[in-house]
């Protein structure tokens, strides 16, 4: 059995977060569970607080996953596995929230995935307990709102670039290069550097990647076909759609919108 939730961050997190998220499950001891995580513009923090899935690589191998961290942007899926009972707290980011919170640039966590000690040192190490000893999900939400709203106190923001990426998050329809610069008044290469600095992905490669997770959310739209979807999330051809979602997802986007696919019962809940 697999339970999948999201929590609405607090007012003063909420243009940093974009929301907190629980996943927990129950394999029974047989069978192993697989997860699978798509390409995401956004990064996450994580934290297990029961259970540690293991990371599956190419050819067969295995290695255990960090108990807590953060999965930078990402142009690629990953597969996990588990097959004990577990459970995690996230939290979903903005692309911003990166350079924000970590006072780095979000370049250098793109398709990374380190550990807090690794990234915080003591005072990650002091957050992961916190989180996994917390008596409930709704006490790790008080536990990390209030650690990252120490963390904007002092940080220092780039409204324009900030706008420019919600822009693309939040609209369905397709952006040019030249509209986002016509906008924020910035030149091409002036919006590639700053975009990439807080982002960690070009503007195209970022839209590209936001548009695939716009067509994942449709998931549990089963009167829809794969040509309305397509075009609900701004693909000009089925082509494209079919071509962005294997590269993004490994999929055909028929087999993952048919329910069969691995790693999708989180969806079904």
Not at 157 to 183: A, M, V, W, Y
């Amino acid at each position: 059995m697999i339970q999948y939730y999201t929590i609405a961050p607090p007012l003063q997190l909420a243009k940093y977060v974009r929301y907190f998220w629980v996943l927990e499950g129950e394999t029974g001891g047989t069978a192993p569970y697989i997860h699978r995580t798509m390409a995401s513009g956004c990064p996450e923090l994580f934290f297990h607080y029961k259970g540690i899935f293991d990371e599956l690589l190419p050819y067969g191998k295995a290695e255990k996953s960090v108990a807590s961290g953060i999965s930078g942007p990402a142009q690629q899926f990953s597969r996990f596995s588990i097959k004990e009972n577990f459970g995690m707290f996230g939290a979903y980011l903005y692309p911003f929230a990166i350079p924000l919170f970590f006072n780095l640039p979000a370049t250098e966590l793109v398709d990374e995935m380190p550990s807090l000690s690794t990234l915080l040192g003591t005072e990650g190490r002091l957050l992961e307990e916190q989180m996994m000893v917390a008596a409930d999900n709704r006490q790790r939400v008080k536990i990390i709102s209030s650690y990252l709203e120490k963390k904007i106190q002092h940080s220092k923001e780039d409204p324009g670039i900030f706008s420019c990426i919600s822009r693309i998050i939040h609209s369905k329809e397709s952006t040019s290069i030249q509209e986002l610069t016509d906008q924020y008044f910035l030149s091409a290469k002036q919006l590639e550097r700053r975009f990439k600095t807080y982002c960690g992905l070009s503007p195209k490669r970022f839209a590209r990647i936001t548009r695939f997770q716009s067509a994942l959310e449709l998931y549990s739209n089963k009167h829809m076909s794969l040509t309305g979807i397509a075009h609900d999330c701004g693909y000009y051809d089925q082509s494209h759609f079919i071509h962005d979602f294997k590269a993004f997802s490994g999929y055909h986007p028929k087999q993952y919108f048919s329910g069969k696919a691995e790693g999708v019962e989180w969806r079904d809940v």
